[in-house]
């Protein structure tokens, strides 16, 4: 079991031991859970993000997206943002699948561009999981749709913060046109 307390102490030079009593057997991590996020810039309007969480228990027994999942988040995009979309990939096999790739090839509304390998710092959705780690620090969940509740929450909340997204924009160097 987890621990009610986030914090504790001890004297200098011993490490300290939170007695916890109870078993439990039921563990669930949180990179178990898929999750896709789009960050969409369209020149004179606030920023969006879009996402998705793809739970464990699919039908197909399928444990994160495929690219039919990311075809339809993409669809979703262009039916929000009304234009073309120019997606920049980090490289995920399901990325670079054939039939994500005859998809991008079928759309002239649509032009991917591939980041380099190992490129955090130039995507900027691992901006917006790195600021929605701090509500999801210290926390036990349940189960898995207690996770996802959680992870919905907060990052509906981020939707709302387009200082945030925009911030998280600019740290790629992108250069964005004012509003």
């Known amino acids: 079991m987890t621990p009610p307390t986030t914090r504790t102490w001890s004297r200098r030079g011993h490490s300290p031991v939170v007695r916890v009593r109870g078993r439990s057997r039921r563990r669930f991590s949180r990179r178990r ?3 896709a996020a789009l960050t ?4 004179g309007e606030r920023s969006r993000l ?4 793809c739970p464990n228990t699919r039908p197909d027994g399928c444990k994160s997206f495929s690219w039919k999942d990311y075809r339809d988040l993409i669809q979703t995009a262009h039916q929000q943002l009304r234009g073309s979309s ?3 990939w980090d490289n995920l096999n399901t990325h670079l699948t054939a039939g994500m790739r005859r998809y991008i090839a079928g759309r002239d509304r649509l032009t991917a561009h591939q980041l380099p390998s190992y490129a955090t710092d130039l995507n900027p959705v691992e901006s ?3 600021a929605l780690r701090p509500t ?3 926390r036990a969940f349940a189960d898995p ?5 959680a992870v919905r929450r907060g990052l509906r909340q981020l939707q709302y913060r387009h200082d945030v997204l925009d911030g998280c924009l600019t740290g790629t160097r992108l ?3 004012p509003p």
Request: aromatic share 8%.
């Open 33 to 35: 859970l898929s999750m």
């Open 40 to 43: 969409c810039h369209k020149p």
């Open 50 to 53: 879009i996402y998705r969480p």
């Open 86 to 88: 120019v997606p920049i």
């Open 128 to 130: 917006i999981w790195s």
């Open 136 to 138: 999801m620090a210290n």
């Open 145 to 149: 749709h207690d996770l996802i509740a």
């Open 175 to 177: 250069v964005l046109p």
